[in-house]
């Protein structure tokens, strides 16, 4: 297993381009399960997550071809509508093939997905919002099985608006028969991108980017290309480095999916400029203590909480941060502490009292996002960071050691001594 070595406080400058989204290319790729015929996607990340979802489309028989960012998925081939829990068990996106496979052969099976390390995440909107559209959900040996002949048309509101869950049923409806109305639909990009290929696809997707979707039944869909959106989470992370290290460009990414989280760097205190597909950062002299909830979107993102978190420990001051998308999301806390952070947690509230300096730490990932908040932690502190189980950035960020490097960080990967 990889480490990740930093040696901190090399400044940064120059410029990053920002890589394709992976919680857009995911649902993307599913969707491509629902037409016969070859889909091109372009501007894929290379990442253990998309190489999973490329093994799961495969093992429901879809062809793919992956070369440099330009994934193809022929349809034509899938026959095999279920979801291992092998596989599931490792990336919960998984679950999206449940909607697009129920829709084309009438049933599927997926590995109901378990906890995460920050919790239950359950998938009961996806599981009720299937249930509307006329499916029979059964649980067989830790396998959900949705059975319809059709799906037929239905007005459904989500408790929450679930990224997940929105997906999923947006999918589903596609082909149903009649009319789908979905209430308190989720909002982010990556679900407006989902809509937008549906719709090159031959669905009938309205209110594309509100609360509420309409979405006319269409009897097939075809296979399409698109182009995925820059990824806005990894453009954040990278920002956070910036605010604490040196004036760097983010180029191919898109700040208006950025924009409150632009607002918070600029209250604290960073230079932000802005073109149509870039963002240039200057940090600030000393970064401002700022408070931070997270909310869906246009809210500022749970997935850039814990680098906020990493952000604040070294603010002017004291910063209240709550994550109110998921309340158990701060498995970055204890190993920032680790650093010399003085983050203190209660309930789903970090109160983090700024200090003037990191010292670089042995420190563990436990998941994606507070994976990305010890890199930046450790680009930041004095003396040398090992970040252990890098598996779990690797599932998100697409050579960051090599995009940091490029940067003027000191960052390398090898083996562990053991
Ligand atoms: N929820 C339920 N029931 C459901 C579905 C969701 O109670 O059936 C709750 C969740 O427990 C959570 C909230 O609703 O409290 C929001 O969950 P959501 O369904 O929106 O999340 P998701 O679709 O499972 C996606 C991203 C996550 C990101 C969240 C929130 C993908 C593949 N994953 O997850 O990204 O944190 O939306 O924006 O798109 C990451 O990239 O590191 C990551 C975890």
Known sequence: MDNIFIEGQNPLSGSVKISGAKNAVLPIMTAALMAEGKSVITRVPNLRDTRTMIRLMEIVGATCTFEDDKLIIDGSTVNNPEAPYDLVKTMRASFYVLGPLLARFGMV??????GCAWGPRPVDFHLKGLEKLGAKITLESGYILAEADRLKGTELSFEFPSVGATGNIAMAAATADGTTVIDNAACEPEI?????YLNLMGASIHGIGTPKLIID???KLHSANIEVIPDRIEAGTFLTAGALLGEITLEDVNPKHLDTVLLKLKEAGCGITTTKSSITISPADSIQAVDMTTAVYPGFPTDLQAQWVALMTLANGSSVITDTVYHDRFSHVPELNRFGANIKLENNTAFVRGIDELIGAPVMSTDIRASASLIV???AAKGQTVVSR??????GYEKIEEKFRS???NIWRKNPVT
């Open 109 to 114: 099976k997926v590995s109901l997905p378990g």
């Open 192 to 196: 407006v991108q989902l809509c937008e």
């Open 217 to 219: 039944g269409v009897d």
């Open 377 to 379: 932690a450790g680009l």
């Open 390 to 395: 890098v598996y779990h950035i690797d599932r």
């Open 407 to 409: 940067l003027g960080a």
